[in-house]
């Protein structure tokens, strides 16, 4: 499975930014999805998942300012950044699993200037 993420970019502190991860074939496959991130020198972290049966989880450091969502449809996933903070700035990962598989998108850039 190809995962295509986009809609990182460059704003200011406060402002927003969703970033979108396309999958090649049906997410209903993945028992899992998830926005993972990695800030220069740091480990990638998780920030958000969903998985198959809607179980949502987010990072203390994002809960309140991000949303993850998924389109069935459209076979993405998404993950809405609001209140932006220069700490979120860091290379986006989108990530699935299924039957022990674990798969990675490229990355998009965030960058968030104070």
């Known amino acids: 499975v190809q995962l295509q993420a986009s809609g990182g970019g460059s704003v200011q502190a406060g402002e927003s930014l969703r970033l979108s991860c396309v999958a090649s074939?049906?997410?209903?496959?993945?028992?899992?999805m998830g926005w993972y991130r990695q800030a220069p020198g740091n480990q990638r972290d998780l920030v958000a998942s969903i998985s198959r049966d809607g179980n949502i989880y987010y990072a203390d450091s994002v809960k309140g300012r991000f949303t993850i969502s998924r389109d069935s449809a459209k076979r993405t996933v998404y993950l809405q950044m609001d209140s932006l903070r220069p700490a979120d700035t860091a290379v986006y990962y989108c990530?699935?699993?299924?039957?022990?598989?674990?798969?990675w998108g490229q990355g998009t850039q965030v960058t968030v200037s104070s």
């Open positions: 074939r049906s997410i209903s496959i993945f028992t899992y």
């Open positions: 990530n699935t699993r299924r039957a022990g598989l674990t798969e």
